[in-house]
Each structure stands twice: as structure tokens, then as C-alpha cells.
């Protein structure tokens, strides 16, 4: 017959004063007051542990696909275009790198839910990719891997169909690195540019007049005034003023079509100015950016001295909201800011209601990991020199820096 706690207290207790027994509880308190840190610290570091391992395991993947292929895997088309399994991961592949990856992070079995898809199966195996659980896409500081609410976001296009609504997907806590500088690059990139330009073409900058930076005043220029009056002022960059410090997903142009999206693809930059967004996302200095082709040999500044990919930065009462800006799409859609980052902005450990989709960070006290190109790992501070970060992000600034 089973005792009733109350009387297996009473003879636990009995023969102890009540003052020995408050001693007593006094010390177990202390003792839990002094141990419970020291727990929370041990699954901490536990935690950013394995985070750490997940950004490694996320590089190697991406350094196995350059290896098969002689380039890195594609950023995409854009945050509404979902991954197509029958296309390679370059120019063509509507998907992000994170869909791109997938066979070489031991996740082809999740690639091939879409493998097939027609018109009439589109919306559930899409469904089936989206809610998904791909653990190595998430930090365990910050969240589980499980699917969270779509919102804003869609309706999403594949090879098969253009209107499929997702309600709840995945998402990644990682985020390539797309180049030092994110949706408004220095117009001295304009020098990448191949293939002639029309003079009448017109290209939107936004002006920092000398003695006045913050002043910015937004222009619409033809290309060769544009070349010729404002390359070299450093303070005047490609795009709006209103467009530089919004998130990507916001001034992307998306391709009406997969034919639409092709042809765009074997544009040449030139061509591209013209579009709406001006081709901006497609002139970034990273590793991966909109429809990219990265090679090794386009990171002049060494392997392992560019960032290949690591955490995002997330408000940390959005985690599981889906409100984020920088976390809004899922997780194998195109070019945005939920799967890529900039070194422009400071890295930041999360915070409430602070929202900065455009900038590598974490949840974790200790810092914000990064991989590099040639796969090496490293935990770097929040307070790293924002100099240092940025020339990080750029595959080809010629800068000289140390590594923290």
C-alpha cells in the first residue's frame, strides 16, 4: 500500500527542532541558488557547441558542392521561388543555396519530396518540403527546427505552378554571406560591368553632396553621368535613399515566369540595370547573391580570409512569430534576407523588438560564429572592429586585416 508523502515527511522529520530543519532548507536553497548558473552556463555551452558544429557541417556541404561543380551554390531568384529539383544550384536554380546544399549535407531524401512535382502535386510535396524539420538549418539557442507561421510571405512559384500559399515552413538561423555592403553597393561596382550600356539607360543613385553626407538626396541619372560625375565620390552608392537601409526582400524584382527567370539569368549586368531593382543584388561581393556563379577563383582575398556563411541575426521575440524581416520567408526559397547577410552593419547579439535583417548575428553571449571559405571555424566577438567585419564580408577589397 502506498504511503501518502505527507506522512513520509513526518517521519523524515521526526526528532529534527524546527530550527535545524530551517538550516536545513537554507542550505539546499544556497546550494540551488549556486548550482542553477552554473547549469544554465554547462547547456550553454553545450548548445553553442553544437551550433558551432551546424555552421561547419552547413560550410562543408557548400565547399563539397564547389568541389563537384567549380562554383558555389547559387543564391537564387528570389523570397516567393521555391527550389526545383530537376535544376542544378547555379544561375538557373530558382531555389536558394540552402536547397542547393542539400545533397551534400546528407539531406537528399528531402530534395527529392519535390523531385517530379507536377501542377496538380505541387502544393502538398511543396508543403512537405516547407514543414520539414532539417536540424543543421537551426541554432538550438535560439529554436527548434520546427515549421513556424508564413507570414507576409507568397504566394510561392516552382517549375510546375505560381500560386502555391504555404501557412507554416521552416527556417534557417543561418545565413550566407552575400558581400560587404548588402542592397546599395558603391557605384564604383559599375566597373564590373561587361558588355556596353546605352547612354539613355538610367540608373537611380542616391548622393551624399560633399560637406553634407547625411543629407542623401536620390537621383535618376543616364549610366555615363552617372560613371563620369559620381564614381568617384565615396559616399554615393547605387539605389535610393529610401532603398538602402530597407531589406532586400523589399526591392527585389522577381521573374514573372521560369522563362522570364531564365532568360534573365544569361542577361548580361549591363542589361540588368535596367530593371526595376537595377540589377543591384546581382553586382554583391560575397559568396552568394541573386542568381550568383561564385567560384573560387573570384575570392581574391583568400579563402580563409572571406566569410562563407554563419549566424543570423534575429529580434528574439520573433523566433517563432514568422515577423521578423529578416526571417519572413522558408527555408529553400530564392535570394532574401532570411538565408543571406552583409557585412555592413554590425554583428549583434539578439535583442526584443530590435529588428536588423540585413546583419550577421546570434543569440549566444560568447559571440556570432562564422565559417570561412577554406571551411575554418571561428566565434568572434559582437564588439569586432566594424572595419574588420566588413572587409571580412568582401571576397575582393584588397584589404589587409587581422583576425580577431
Known sequence: MAIPAVRLFRRAVRGYSLVELLVCLAVVSILSALLLPAVQTARESARLTTCRNRVSQLAKAMIRHEAAFGHFP????????????????????????????????????????????????????????????????????????????????????????????????????????????????????????????????????????????????????????????????????????????????GTIYTPASLADGDAWSKAKLSQKLALPDMGIPDMQDGFVHRMSRVTAGHIFDGMSMTYLVGEKYMASDRASTGTDPGDTTVLFAGYSNSNTRFGREAPQQDARAATAPTAFGSP?????????????????????????????????????????
Open 74 to 249: 547559387s543564391g537564387g531568384w528570389s523570397p516567393i521561388w521555391l527550389g526545383v529539383a530537376e535544376r542544378p544550384s547555379d544561375q538557373s536554380q530558382p531555389g536558394g543555396w540552402t536547397f542547393g546544399i542539400l545533397p551534400y549535407a546528407e539531406e537528399l531524401a528531402t530534395r527529392d519530396l519535390v523531385d517530379g512535382a507536377t501542377s496538380l502535386t505541387a502544393p502538398s510535396v511543396y508543403q512537405a518540403l516547407a514543414t520539414t524539420p532539417v536540424g543543421v538549418f537551426v541554432c538550438p539557442s535560439r529554436r527548434s527546427a520546427a515549421p513556424i507561421p508564413v507570414v507576409g510571405a507568397g504566394p510561392f512559384s516552382t517549375a510546375v505552378a505560381s500560386r502555391i500559399t504555404l501557412t507554416r515552413a521552416t527556417r534557417s538561423d543561418y545565413a550566407a554571406n552575400g558581400g560587404s555592403v548588402g542592397n546599395c553597393p558603391p557605384i564604383s561596382a559599375l566597373k564590373k560591368v561587361t558588355g556596353a550600356v546605352a547612354n539613355g539607360t538610367k540608373i537611380a543613385i542616391s548622393h551624399a553632396p560633399p560637406g553634407n553626407p547625411n543629407n542623401c538626396q536620390s537621383l535618376n541619372l543616364p549610366y555615363t553621368a552617372v560613371v563620369n560625375g559620381h564614381a568617384n565620390h565615396s559616399g554615393d552608392r547605387l539605389g535610393p535613399c529610401s532603398g538602402c537601409s530597407n531589406p532586400l526582400d
Open 364 to 404: 549566444h553571449r560568447a559571440g556570432f560564429t562564422m565559417a570561412f571559405g577554406d571551411g575554418c571555424i571561428r566565434t568572434l566577438t559582437f564588439g569586432i572592429d566594424p572595419a574588420v567585419h566588413l572587409s571580412l564580408s568582401a571576397r575582393a577589397d584588397g584589404a589587409v586585416v587581422t583576425i580577431p
